[in-house]
């Protein structure tokens, strides 16, 4: 099947832009495309033949029967409709509105017949019992075999399992892809769990004195050690419990709030048996792991000790162990915040970054059948709109080029090596309306055939021609055909924009060509701008919508990921320091509690209240400072690994640091202080009267 093509259907008056694939017959039955009019068995009988999904005839034909009923495609050529499947689900790969079938198109252009012309993509059923990796050894270099015989072209079989998830390739190998942010945030939703965890047995240790006189008591009427255990930690398990019930309500409530977030589709089917099996398994974890060490510290209290002294002293082993656990929850917390604020300014520095042109006021338009050749008369009206600076053709959006090849070669070029090099088709305007500078040569003539055997190329491959990467250096095609470099083009990015510019080369040939960039002037007024120019392509493009897309919103979108990322990530830092405040306020209150008489008797001597919020307090704060000796190094290797995935990143800076530090500090500060404040405005009288 064809790649994702965006084709001009027609029925009268309405004429709509859907998308689909050009595809092979056996397509229906290898993704079991379910039929609701017509069958596969006689779908693609006839060249000229199309099925459409369910919303594709319900906006064409409304209710009647679309079989055998004709949509134009292109304003070129009639399709008889001889099928309608149901739409696909949101979360399925492919989002086809429309199948024709391939041979329709099959070799229609030169390019097809090349070998290394990756315009199609192979579907692969296998028998149940098939082994891959032979079947991939057969597969290694076949495509090499029907062009030359080397070792750089290898081909081999893509799970569709892993097509979503596992989408980052090293020499041939899957090496990752989305699935590492799953992992990522599933470790630190673990993470925050053992936050959760942390504060259970440090608030059920730090109040152990309230079931001391429990544990002598059946310790005396013949209760063991482990049934103890066993007591603590069901009661654990069962606090777990109903905590994963009221987990599953609050997903069902933050579900739409979360999809819009993430723009996925997820739902929640939690009677399913993986599900079900998930959140029992989290459950037992969870209460074994909360519950266990209070378990064991409370059922080795000693019954005599106990029931002599109702307030148990706690002991030094005991508060060594909370102490630690609030140094780790906010390391945790700081290396989250640090983690959000650099994940911040990686994005920013890169959407800051000089592109090699300018993107503002730039829209682009997809076109159809044979519209570049008729651009001349298109750009004059454009150009005489008053709102247009400059328009141009290319075979694709500033952003993306979509072409390379290996066949390049040229004077003194190393045989060992054979580099991709990105191509593209454009016409004269191209670099003038994109804002790109020539660093030496000249530009394209407006004579496209005078400059058919010419090229500019980029700086990148210029410096990978050595020195025939200059203005009169001559480039074969394939080993065959010359052209002479006329100029050379800053480089300016496309692509990939964490990376560094790739090697370009630029024809003058706008015919054929997909794309119209037109660029307004400064200062218009888009939407009035906007409506001139639609009106314009409307009238010299009869029969085709005016369909545009800003270059800045498809600039914006190649940030998606890590734009969502770092949304993530700031909601996983807000929980971890929240959850954590939660465990350092129930601290501070039994702290002040505990030492409630000493608090009266310093008020007594006269103490003040700031002096006593402050003597509550400091303990605490050392807490949080020996976490930032934790969480600084812990960060920086971390985030050191994450941006070594980017070409171009930023530099991770020392004040983030300080300012993460400070702000865990503060945090925890307003949460200790509340507390204390409390206990130090409390009249002495009342902790003292029975002294």
């Known amino acids: 099947m064809s790649g994702d093509q965006g084709q001009i259907f027609s029925l009268g008056d309405k004429i709509i832009t859907e998308n689909g694939n050009y595809a092979d017959p056996e397509l229906f039955s290898m993704l079991e495309l379910p039929f609701t009019k017509g069958s596969a068995d006689n779908a693609f009988k006839e060249l000229n033949s199309v099925v459409i999904n369910e919303t594709m005839a319900q906006k064409f ?43 329709g198109i099959d070799h229609k252009q030169p ?219 906010f390391s945790i917390s700081i290396t989250l915040i640090i983690s959000t604020v650099i994940i911040y300014q990686q994005i920013q520095h890169v959407k800051s970054r000089n592109l090699g042109y300018n993107r503002d006021n730039l829209i682009y338009i997809n076109l159809q059948g044979n519209q570049a050749d008729h651009f001349s008369s298109v750009y004059n009206d454009l150009k005489q709109s008053g709102v247009v600076e400059n328009a141009a053709l290319s075979d694709n959006f500033a952003l993306e080029v979509g072409s390379n090849t290996d066949n390049y070669t040229w004077a003194g070029k190393d045989a060992s090596k054979n580099p991709l090099i990105s191509w593209e088709n454009v016409d004269s305007h191209f670099i003038a309306t994109m804002g790109m500078k020539l660093a030496a040569g000249r530009d394209f003539s407006s004579n496209a055939g005078a400059d058919s055997s010419n090229v500019i190329i980029n700086e990148a491959f210029a410096q990978q021609m050595g020195k025939e990467g200059r203005i009169g250096g001559i480039i074969r095609d394939g080993g065959k055909k010359p052209y002479q470099i006329v100029g050379i083009l800053k480089d300016y990015l496309y692509n990939d924009m964490y990376g560094s510019a790739g090697p370009l080369l630029l024809y003058n040939h706008p015919s054929g060509t997909q794309v119209m960039s037109i660029r307004f002037k400064a200062g218009v007024d888009i939407q009035q701008a906007l409506t001139k120019t639609g009106d314009i392509v409307k009238r010299d493009y009869p029969g085709y919508p005016f369909e545009y897309k800003f270059v800045d919103d498809d600039f914006n979108q190649i940030f998606k990921t890590e734009i969502l990322t770092g949304k993530l990530a700031s909601v996983f830092a807000s929980l971890a320091i929240f959850i954590s405040c939660l465990g350092l306020f129930g601290l501070a209150a039994y702290t002040a509690e505990r030492r409630i008489k000493e608090i009266g008797i310093r008020k007594v001597l006269g103490a003040s209240v700031a002096g006593l919020a402050g003597l509550l307090s400091k303990d605490f704060l050392k807490l949080v400072g020996i976490s930032f000796i934790v969480a600084f190094p812990m960060a920086f290797w971390g985030l050191n690994k994450w941006l070594a995935g980017y070409q171009y990143r930023v530099n991770i800076n020392w004040w983030v640091f300080v300012v993460a530090g400070l702000t865990a500090m503060l945090i925890a500060l307003m949460t200790v202080s509340f507390q204390a404040v409390k206990a130090a405005l409390m009249n002495p009288v009342k902790s003292l009267r029975s002294e």
């Open 61 to 103: 034909f409304g209710d009647a029967n679309p079989i055998g009923k004709t949509l134009k495609v292109n304003n070129e050529q009639d399709y008889q409709v001889t099928g309608v499947f149901k739409d696909l689900p949101q979360n399925s790969t492919y989002q086809f509105q429309w199948l024709i079938p391939l041979v």
């Open 111 to 329: 390019w097809m017949t090349i070998w290394q012309a990756n315009w199609v993509h192979t579907l692969v059923e296998l028998e149940p019992n098939a082994n891959v990796a032979t079947i991939n050894q057969k597969l290694a270099h076949y495509i090499a075999s029907k062009t030359k015989p080397d070792n750089t072209t290898v081909c081999w079989l893509y799970s569709m399992n892993d097509w979503n998830l596992r989408n980052h390739f090293t020499d041939g190998k899957i090496d990752g892809g989305r699935i590492s942010y799953v992992r990522l945030f599933s470790f630190i939703a673990w993470i925050i769990l053992l936050i959760a965890c942390i504060n259970f047995m440090n608030l059920s240790t730090a109040r152990s004195g309230q079931r001391a006189k429990e544990v002598g008591v059946r310790k005396v009427m013949g209760a063991g050690k482990a049934k103890l255990i066993g007591q603590f930690v069901a009661e654990a398990v069962i606090m777990s419990f109903i905590s994963v019930l009221i987990a599953v309500g609050l997903i069902y409530a933050a579900l739409p709030s979360f999809n819009t977030l993430v723009e996925k589709e997820l739902a929640v089917d939690i009677l399913q048996p993986a599900h079900l099996t998930y959140l029992l398994m989290i459950s037992l974890v969870t209460g074994l792991l909360a519950g266990s060490y209070p378990a064991f510290y409370l059922s080795s209290f000693n019954p005599i000790t106990v029931l002599k002294n109702i307030r148990i002293k706690s002991s030094a082993g005991a508060g060594f162990v909370r102490q630690s656990l609030v140094v780790m929850q």
